[in-house]
């Protein structure tokens, strides 16, 4: 297996302007996590998807961003409109429901500046 | 509130120097610890999960163990190449992963 995929790796974009993140899970993984993650702030889980429903989106800080889950191989985050304090990497991660034994696998993230 | 929290923020040790991490968490029905590793500019690297208190994982010069209350990562005689930060993250009952803010591990030789 390819492993979480994401894209794109790296997005410079100027203030005002729509970003959208990408990630492809693992097949079979059932649970997909959005996070962000910053110097000053670590990880923060933005949102949690199972069987590509939205369970827990306290994590987003505001209505610019949101996300989406159409099928069980896709994902996007999308913050409209991006502002200079949306810098960060962004990692989608997956993990599987079903058994016991399971790990979460993370992409290798998406590098966002917004300047 | 689920919490996790670790400790130090920051590990300078020399070559050969063991040393351990900790982990300490208060969540509402633990389904899994996990450790990772994340080297600059990558993704966290799955390391260890562990289910139960009592349970000990090792692999190579790492190895992890879990209480009811926290969990510890011990390095033994670590390398250059051990220098990382090291992440734990919780899996809730509610399917919710909380992460600490990591270790960063600087070994030198």
């Keep these: ?115 | 509130e689920d919490q996790v929290t670790q400790s130090p923020e920051a590990l300078r040790l020399q070559e050969g120097e063991s040393s351990s991490l900790n982990c300490s968490y208060t969540v509402s029905g633990l389904r899994g610890l996990f450790w990772y590793r994340q080297d600059p500019g990558k993704g966290p690297e799955f390391l260890f999960t562990l289910y139960s208190a009592g349970e000990e994982k090792e692999k190579e010069r790492l190895k992890a163990t879990l209480t009811k209350k926290e969990s510890f990562l011990h390095i033994t005689a670590p390398k250059p190449e051990d220098s990382a930060t090291y992440l734990c993250a919780v899996i809730t009952g509610g399917f919710k992963t909380i992460f600490g803010a990591g270790t960063r591990l600087f070994v030198k030789a």
């Excluded at chain 1, 949690?48 to 505001?62: C, L, Q």
């Excluded at chain 1, 191989?73 to 429901?97: G, H, M, W």
Aim: charged content about 20%; proline content about 6%.
């Design chain 1, 1 to 115: 297996d390819a492993g979480v995929i994401q894209s794109p790796r790296h997005e410079v974009t100027e203030m005002g302007q729509e970003v959208t993140l990408r990630c492809k899970p693992i097949s079979g993984h059932n649970s997909l996590f959005w996070y962000r993650q910053t110097m000053m702030r670590g990880l923060e889980l933005l949102i949690y998807f199972n069987n590509n429903v939205p369970i827990d989106d306290s994590g987003m800080p505001e209505d610019r961003f949101s996300a989406k889950m159409p099928n069980a191989s896709f994902s996007t985050l999308k913050i409209q409109p991006s502002e200079p304090r949306d810098s960060a990497v962004y990692f989608c991660a997956t993990y599987s429901l079903a058994g016991i034994g399971n790990t979460i696998y993370f992409g290798e993230g998406s590098w966002l500046t917004v300047v």
